[in-house]
């Protein structure tokens, strides 16, 4: 034990940055802070939210990334998409690469197994370490230090990141080399896509028929139609309370990512494919930043006609 406590000791004498500080970003940077670990610089596009977080956090709002790496040990990422994430790697100029030896990159977004592949051959190549830590929680689990984690790239550099990862997660995984901790947790998304999707048809064609629905889901929950999702997002759907946990435009992403999978196995993966088309679908009318229990007014009868002036 007293082992433990002088590796936790000595790990908060380290500094630590974060790249993307929107709800989830945000919150896993309040964690660390409240275990007493530094938090030293935070960037995002978003300029306000950063020197928000820093005002808060009382840290450096950086203002390019290579200001990040010089102020940190530890850097947590977690960005958007593909894109992003080359961006901050590999931007011409100014990215978090600029003198990173000897620096660890922990890379959290939900982004394609193939790009983990390339940000780890970047940051070996100047000399740094990259991780994937994939979560497969939302944003109050990241402020509780609850999330569930899987990891991906060296175990080096997983055993480096792990006492600090504890303190964020309350299970951590190690699935293997770069890439493979991002396909499952790509795997993840599309059943719990096709799961909210499914839910959601089941509880509209229920209220189609005049039944209760809190009923409905009662029995639901103590049937094979059990879920997670119905834990978490069927009475949202009664209810339309669509505030964004983990928002539809994130589920036709991820959704995405799985079925560009698939290809390669030569796989036909009709219901994932269908769920994208509908999350595709919110986001084409404006309704990709609901949470992904929004799908359900694409579905209920009359809601979907009116859903701009009700939801």
Request: proline residues 2%; glycine residues 10%.
């Amino acid at each position: 034990m007293r082992h433990s406590s002088c590796v936790i000791c000595h790990l908060k004498v380290m500094n630590i940055g974060f790249v993307g500080v929107g709800r989830m970003g945000a919150n896993m940077a309040r964690r660390l802070k409240d275990r007493q670990f530094h938090v030293t610089a935070v960037y995002d596009t978003n300029r306000a939210a950063a020197t928000s977080l820093a005002s808060e956090l009382g840290c450096a709002a950086a203002q390019d990334l290579s200001e990040v790496t010089a102020e940190s040990d530890v850097v947590f990422t977690v960005v958007t998409d593909d894109n992003a994430m080359r961006t901050i790697f590999a931007g011409s100029g100014n990215n978090l690469l600029v003198n990173a030896g000897g620096k660890l990159f922990v890379n959290c977004a939900t982004i394609s197994p193939q790009v983990h592949v390339e940000i780890e051959k970047l940051a070996e190549k100047a000399g740094a370490q990259s991780l994937e830590a994939c979560m497969a929680s939302s944003i109050p689990q990241a402020r509780e230090g609850k999330l569930y984690l899987m990891c991906g790239g060296k175990e080096e550099a997983f055993r480096k990141a792990e006492p600090i990862l504890k303190q964020l997660g309350s299970t951590i995984r190690f699935i293997g080399k770069a890439g493979e901790a991002a396909k499952v947790k790509a795997l993840v998304n599309m059943v719990m896509n096709i799961n909210t999707a499914g839910l959601a048809e089941g509880l509209a064609l229920g209220a189609a028929l005049g039944l209760n629905l809190t009923i409905l889901r009662e029995v639901f929950s103590q049937t094979g139609a059990a879920s997670r999702v119905l834990e978490t997002d069927g009475e949202d759907m009664q209810n339309r309370e669509h505030t964004c946990f983990f928002s539809a435009a994130h589920a036709a992403k991820d959704s995405g990512i799985a079925l560009e999978l698939s290809h390669s196995p030569g796989l036909d993966l009709p219901l994932a494919r269908a769920t994208k088309e509908q999350y595709d679908r919110m986001v084409a009318e404006g309704l990709g930043e609901l949470d992904k229990s929004g799908i359900a007014e694409l579905t209920f009868k009359d809601r979907h006609k009116h859903s701009g002036d009700r939801i």
